[in-house]
């Protein structure tokens, strides 16, 4: 059974940092580009960063470039999240999924059940 598993969400005040952690399981992890979206109250998805997990490779929305940082862990099948100087509107609920390249997720045939992320100011 394919499944994606997010943690490390959670309430944090603008500046501070969370890191999100994706497991992965019932597919070849290394075949994958696995990445990370996101949808907030009255916005549509979209998608925050990805990263190939067979040769590193990363895409991040402008919105987050140089405060965002995507990692993965092929061990351990995990994708990470290291999330910095967080605003109040990277507020969204966060999805892992697989394949994410589509930034839009209409590639991404396998989701995590997403986890919340809120930034207070």
């Known amino acids: 059974e394919v499944q994606l598993v997010e943690s490390g969400g959670g309430l944090v005040q603008a500046g501070g940092s969370l890191r999100l952690s994706c497991a992965a399981s019932?597919?070849?992890?290394?075949?994958?580009?696995i990445g990370w979206f996101r949808q907030a109250p009255g916005k549509e998805r979209e998608g925050v960063s990805c990263?190939?997990?067979?040769?590193?490779?990363?895409y991040y929305a402008d919105s987050v470039k140089g405060r965002f940082t995507i990692s993965s862990d092929n061990a351990k099948n995990t994708v990470y999240l290291q999330m910095n100087s967080l605003k109040p509107e990277d507020t969204a609920v966060y999805y892992c999924?697989?394949?994410?390249?589509?930034?839009?997720?209409?590639?991404?045939?396998?989701w995590g059940q997403g986890t919340q992320v809120t930034v207070s100011s």
């Open positions: 999924a697989a394949d994410c390249s589509d930034p839009l997720g209409t590639l991404s045939d396998y």
């Open positions: 990263i190939s997990s067979s040769d590193g490779s990363t």
């Open positions: 019932g597919f070849t992890f290394d075949d994958y580009a």
